[in-house]
């Protein structure tokens, strides 16, 4: 299992964020497990917490994610790809 990162700043409003989220069109991406939402207003940030059964699955979604022009509002986009430490994190009740 995989967690992808991904954070920018929103140059826009939380609301045009939370309308161009598209929540239906992640749920049935192939792979993936769940996503968590966070948004910080004080910093006008946004971040997305992935959860991906395998590489692929990840690598199949990042990979053009990144190739396309960033969507108008998104700036200083950052992501990073974590191995699950799935002992660990069962312990802890982890949604694995």
């Known amino acids: 299992m995989n967690i992808l990162e991904i954070r920018f700043k929103w140059t826009k409003t939380r609301k045009e964020y939370e309308e161009s989220a598209r929540p239906d069109r992640m749920a049935n991406l192939p792979g993936l497990h769940w996503k968590i939402y966070g948004f910080d207003d ?3 940030m946004a971040t997305g917490i992935y959860l991906f059964g395998d590489i692929e699955s990840l690598n199949s979604y ?3 994610f990144m190739e396309h022009a960033q969507p108008d509002g998104v700036v200083d ?3 990073k790809v974590w191995e699950v430490q799935e002992g ?3 312990i802890t009740r982890a949604p694995i």
């Open 77 to 79: 986009l950052e992501y």
């Open 62 to 64: 990042l990979v053009p």
């Open 42 to 44: 004080e910093g006008s």
């Open 88 to 90: 660990l994190s069962e």
